[in-house]
């Protein structure tokens, strides 16, 4: 049954989590984390995955092959440059899967015209005619995207979109690339289009909005009521520069606001939050704490009046449910006296669920952790959660650490065991506090390039005794990547979130290599 198909009020959910969102600077993500988070994406009902570019690296193609070939549900996209190479490679990519999709675009607006393709306005539309024909013949379900759309004059973009059309895409995107709409064109655009251009009743019209100017999810739902019927996004709003619409932002608007946008997904809501919670451990990217949705203090009532009415009915300050997110409010507090399936329930409620295996290295971290702590909150098993996670990159790893520090010499000394590879060496070097030194004795034995763009500490919890959550990110030669570790002792949450960063930079190394060796793959 070709996508567009449907009942007239569904909306198509467009994850691109694992291509725009990756974009991101540091927000790499290796090929387990992708497999992983492809499985939630399908898991929580995603109608279409866009798993990657095939052409950027031999990683990418890996990862979108790998996705193609276990994902049950989505259909599974790459994505391409209107070139053949580009979409041969694409195909290759996806074609085990179920429903695979080719996703090709090419930039429309004038000054993408002549400063990124150089093509005049006759030889970029012969050039969408054949690209699109050649991806049609290779794939039924073709996506066309005419980049920065926006800035593209109406009658040009109207031309382009029938020529795409004419050729056989049965999907059409319309990126606002730079996030420079205001709601009103995002569906004047859409509208316009429906209304002037042959056969785009016949297609999927989808709208794809970057954040620059904070109007992406505004600008999506607009053009939702405009007639698009498939939304691009990311989970948290990830993406280059300001990120793209947020997925948990159209999903629960449309959702509680259905009295006004009479519309539907297919996404179970209650996974919400915990592919948020893993979207933000695996791309170093936390969730800021005021962020609509997912952010901790969503949910959280904090004046007396708000507090007052929430006692008497949740209605008063609440719009939605944290259930219907997949926030639980449990009662269960975990301690040290907590076996092992205790802790197997309380990480199923937080939409972790663990094999044997897993679930064994996990309980020797939270008696670990319970042996600091007098009580172990939600938020602190969600925080080793990531920092298990952030344990697989293990290239560089403490063996052992002592910091000395305090008023009593002028300079603090960190005693470090590093294991690199597998080979422990040991150093001591001293610094301008404890992190410092510790930093010093990591740089003393790894030597790199890397600098410290980003040192950021936040306690999980209240109380002395919380774990602190450090996030640092480092800048090389034009590559970045972050890291993020949680412990009760912040010198050595520091000093993994140091290391956790420094494996994700030797990951990207690697990337950039790949890219390197196929081409430049410069996109919006
Ligand atoms: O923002 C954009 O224009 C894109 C395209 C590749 C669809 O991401
Ligand atoms: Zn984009």
New binding site residues.
Partial sequence: MPVHSRAPGRVLIFD?TL??GE?SPGATMTLEEKIEIAALLDEMGVDIIEAGFPIASDGDFEAVSLIAGNTRNAIICG?ARANENDISRCWEAVRSAARPRI?T?I?TSPIHRRYQVQLDRDQMAERIHDTVTFARNLCEDVQW?P???TRTEEDYLCRVCEIAIGAGATTI?I????GYTVPRESAGIIAMLRERVPGMDAITLAT?C?NDLGMATANALLAVEAGARQI?CTVNGLG?RAG?TALEEVVMALRVRNDVMPFTTGIDTRKIVNISRRVAAVSGFPVQYNKAIVGKNAFAHESGIHQDGMLKHSGTFEIMRPADVGLCESHLVMGKHSGRAALRNKLAELGYDLGDNQLNDVFVRFKSLADKKKEVFDDDLVALMQDTSASGLEYLRIEALQVTCGTVSPQAKAELALSIDRDVRTVTAHGDGPVDAAFNAVRALYDHDARLELYQVSAVTAGTDAQATVSVRLEENGLIATGQSSDTDTVVASTKAYLHALNRLRVRRYQQAGIQASGPAE??
């Fill in positions: 691109t291509r725009d974009q994505l996703h675009f930039g995207s980049m920065d759309a995107n990126p606002d690339t730079v794809h970057h691009e280059e793209n996109l919006s």
